[in-house]
């Protein structure tokens, strides 16, 4: 029923009087929405006033005073605008570091085209047409062209260990294999957590709590430092492995409750017509109940996934060249020591630019849901 | 007998049958706990001989050793000489005033951020709407550093920035005017506490009457009364001076006042204003959660704007907030441990230096899980009794 009291939500359209135009519109909308009342009025102006002066401020060291290039090291005239303006002058000189860390640099087209083949990925996983079986087969070949081209070693490609690895690639390494190992995780302790089965159920109930009753960084520290004590001697694991398997685990704990939401919420019906039907239980998960779980909750999946992609930048505690860590390291350089502002100012924007597209597409995906 | 039949015979077979939906059960329960305690079984042993071959010693006897590592910040009296128990304590205490202040802060940050979000002033829905997305996209970490880096860059002490009077910012952190606090203050304080408990009951007796006779009372006067004016006389009686101390520049520090370290003061800066962010979104879909209709009821029965929003909103959307809340308050507890990565000594950076020091991986990683692992479930209960307390309740 569309009546004169259905008022549309948000900026109110009155009725045109004197104002046509484009020019009366602007002005109408700018009463409705700036100055609809004194005390809105002056929230606006005060609001222009503080967003202006620090806009100009922001121009002003960032833009203005700001140096775009030195010549070679020599950051003389970067500390002649120190404390009132920019040094962008370190991003150039430091770019190939923060973006691939000690990779060697005449193969670090290697790392590039396995940071594309991410995104590729990504992409190609957002799509909904493409959420079919045969998805599983490209990420598999995904992550196998990916380790192909980071370690080389066959088909004239230098061997290069991962002690050497860095940059945006490890990050996405982290965030990628993370996801990739710690959502089947995440499924079966979901499942076990929902299980008839006692001594299943607490086992998944132990292990979720546990996880998520600690800071990531004490699971690092784990892996970092007692995942030695608990191996049998002569055996190692590399250290990118070993926070690879912290993360995992942490995944699949903040992953298995994110599950556990969506199969509360998928009909009981479902489950006792698959059971009417003859199906075991994994038949009947996978064909009937997961299915449908999943996709309720594909948009907090994808927040779940945000909070990971930030979450990795943590491995710079126990020393892993991480993205974040590169950025640290490049401005231990004594002569860039003190433009670290900067540095962080660029890696802030990588990481933003990943974050924010996967937070638009789960806020797309929210309202076709709706 | 009864047994042989065959009909009892045929069943009691089934019952041992693979296809019989227990014994299935049965088998698995047992496959999976037994595949878990091996696993743990075998790690267990490895690390046992591993400990002998680097003759390590396990069990907690290290905790009466001196630490001999020194804490900048603290708030207890500590010095390297302590024993690491005592260090241990020291770091707790430093989580918890980094997570306690953290979380207030933080509340209130994100609770006027979340309003923001909702005016109908285009350019401050926006703005809280850019604050929002942008905090929550960049990890804390690199927020962390960055704010860090930021302190560092100030000007030294004799330079400090000094906006208002006492209050000095600089690279040895913000420094504010503090008022000592001796046995005098602490009586009036006390007085003021104990007043505020019984202002508590008061208005509950009076809400309770209230109830039953439909009068509003006016609890005001006593809360004025027992918080303020009895606290005042005491102090008056007991000649307790309230003198401000002022932070004095003495060389190349301040000498006086109350010190926030730059790493204490950029952690705090770092969690409140990123936890404020989820916050603010939860506020937000909490009060959208409100119908409506309830507004508009209540504007109707000629309800003050504040009074709707304070007596008929909030209750309602605070049913929807507190539980996300809830996690929040134990991510930034949490989150408070990234400390390490700055130099602010909390309980992970005191427990790695332990690690480092004395080879106790296991002890050192084990406390600082006990020490989590109980302030987390100590919010979850507190949360858990307040959220039961705002709970709706049905006839």
Known sequence: MATATDAPQGPRSFPSRSNRGAGGRALR??????????????????????????????????IWDAVWSVPGNNTGACRAVRGFGACWAVIPEKFRFIIFGTY??????RPAAATLIFIALFYLSSRRKLWRRELVFVWAGALILIAFLMWGGIFGLSYVSQDRWGGLPVTLI????????????????????????????????LYVELIRGVPLISLLFMASVMFPLFMPDGFNVDKLLRAQIAIVLYAGAYLAEVIRGGLQAVARGQNEAADALGLSYW??????????????????????????????????IIGIFDLLTTAKTAIIDPAWQSFGIEVYVFVALIYFAFCFAMSRYSRHLEAQGR | MTTSTPELRLRRRLRLSLRDEKVKGLIWQVVVVGIAVAVVAWLWSNAIHNLSVRRISTGFAFLGREAGMPIVDTWLPYSPKDTYLRAFLVGIVNTLRVAAIGVVLATVLGTMIGIARLSSNWLLSRLAAAYVEVL?????????????????????????????DGVFLSNRGLVLPSIPIE?????VLATA????????????????????????????????????????????????????????????????????????????????????????????????????????????????????????????????????????????????????????QDIVSIANTTLNQTGQAIEAIALIMLVFLTISLGISLFMNWYNARIALVER
């Open chain 2, 193 to 344: 506490a104990l007043g505020l408990m019984a202002f508590y009951l008061l208005r509950r007796h009076s809400i309770a009457r209230q109830m039953q006779d439909g009068r509003p009372r006016h609890v005001w006067p006593y809360a004025l009364t027992l918080v303020i004016v009895i606290p005042a006389l005491v102090s008056w009686s007991l000649g307790v001076s309230w003198t401000v101390t002022m932070p004095e520049l003495h060389g190349f520090n301040f000498a006086g006042g109350w010190t926030l370290s730059p790493e204490y003061f950029a952690l705090l800066i770092a969690l409140v204003t990123y936890t404020s962010a989820f916050i603010a979104e939860i506020v937000r879909s909490g009060i959208q959660a409100v119908p409506r209709g309830q507004w508009d009821a209540a504007v109707g029965l000629g309800l003050r704007r504040s009074f709707v929003l304070r007596h008929i909103v909030l209750p309602q959307a605070l049913r929807v907030i507190i539980p996300p809340m809830t996690s929040q308050y134990l991510n930034l507890t949490k989150n408070s441990s990234l400390a390490v990565a700055i130099g602010y």
């Open chain 1, 174 to 205: 982290l965030a990628t294999f993370g996801l990739a190992f710690g959502f089947p995780l995440g499924v079966f302790v979901a499942l076990g957590r929902r299980s008839k089965l006692p001594a299943i159920r607490s086992l998944c109930v």
């Open chain 1, 104 to 109: 060697p640099y005449d193969e670090q087209w």
């Open chain 2, 136 to 164: 929550r996209d960049i990890p804390l970490l690199l927020q962390l550093l960055f704010w860090y880096v930021l302190m560092q860059g100030f000007p030294g002490a004799r330079a400090a920035w000094n906006p208002v």
């Open chain 1, 283 to 316: 038949q009947k998960n996978r064909l009937i109940v997961l299915p449908q779980a999943i996709r309720h909750v594909i948009p907090p999946l994808v927040n779940t996934f945000i909070a990971f992609f930030k979450d990795t930048s943590l491995v710079l």
């Open chain 2, 183 to 187: 046995a005098g203050q602490l009586w």
């Open chain 1, 29 to 62: 909308w700018l009463r409705a929405n700036l100055f609809s009342s004194i005390s809105s009025s002056l929230i606006t102006l005060f609001l222009i006033l503080l967003l202006g002066k620090m806009l100009i401020s922001f121009a002003q060291w960032g």
